[in-house]
């Protein structure tokens, strides 16, 4: 079974530009948890999706959107881009996103904004 | 505030020797606590999970234990390999919303 996908792999935007990260479940998962990583903040949760819809959100402010699609795709967008953005950001997908169920990350997608 | 704690950015063993790590929690009343490994550029990879009702927990040459009274977890690797070397993440899941809580990670190095 192919693991959960992430395109782009890397990305390098200017201050001011949005963005748009992509992300494919395992098939026959249904929740996807997307992720910031940055050094100084470490793994934080962005949001998490279920059934097209959002379940859940951390604490990030409205710039940062995310969907799901009718086949649990994901895909989230930064707009107005900061440098304090620059980060890998991971996605994770699990069968229902229940608590205690195994999450299983993707690569991450590391956004440079120059 | 909450906050969640691993008890060093590095640590670094012989091989052979058993990595005990750390994670330290504070306002969290987790349901759950998650051990990760993370491998530089790549994304986080699930190791073990522990309820809150349950000590202790093995896989392999893993251990993990959990106290609800300290509000600690250790993480224990026995007869470390360098293959072992990698950041380990601690996470807490509580049983009322689906987003994990990661620790900052402790960063292992097991010499040959």
């Known amino acids: 079974k192919a693991g959960v996908t992430q395109t782009p792999r890397y990305l390098i935007k200017t201050r001011g530009q949005q963005v748009t990260l992509s992300c494919s479940p395992i098939?026959?998962?249904?929740?996807v948890s997307w992720y910031q990583q940055t050094p100084g903040q470490g793994l934080q949760f962005l949001f998490e999706y279920f059934s097209e819809t959002q379940r859940n959100k951390g604490n990030f402010p409205g710039r940062f959107s995310g969907r799901q699609f009718s086949n649990s795709r994901s895909e989230m967008n930064v707009s107005t881009l900061e440098l304090g953005d620059s980060a890998l950001y991971l996605c994770?997908?699990?069968?229902?996103?229940?608590?205690?169920?195994?999450?299983?990350f993707g690569p991450g997608t590391r956004l440079l904004v120059l | 505030s909450q906050k969640i704690e691993q008890n060093s950015e590095a640590l670094n063993i012989q091989e052979g020797k058993t990595a005990t790590l750390t994670c330290n929690y504070t306002n969290y009343s987790p349901a759950y606590l998650q051990w990760y490994r993370q491998d530089p550029g790549r994304g986080p990879v699930f190791l073990l999970l522990?309820?809150?009702?349950?000590k202790e927990k093995r896989k392999e040459r893993l251990k993990v234990t959990f106290d609800t009274t300290l509000k600690q977890s250790l993480f224990h690797i026995t007869a470390s390999q360098p293959a072992d070397s990698a950041t380990y993440l601690c996470?807490?899941?509580?049983?009322?919303?689906?987003?994990?809580?990661f620790g900052a990670g402790t960063t292992v190095t097991v010499r040959a």
């Open positions: 996470a807490l899941l509580t049983s009322n919303d689906y987003k994990l809580s």
């Open positions: 994770a997908s699990s069968l229902a996103g229940t608590s205690g169920e195994t999450q299983y």
């Open positions: 098939s026959g998962h249904r929740s």
């Open positions: 522990i309820r809150e009702n349950e």
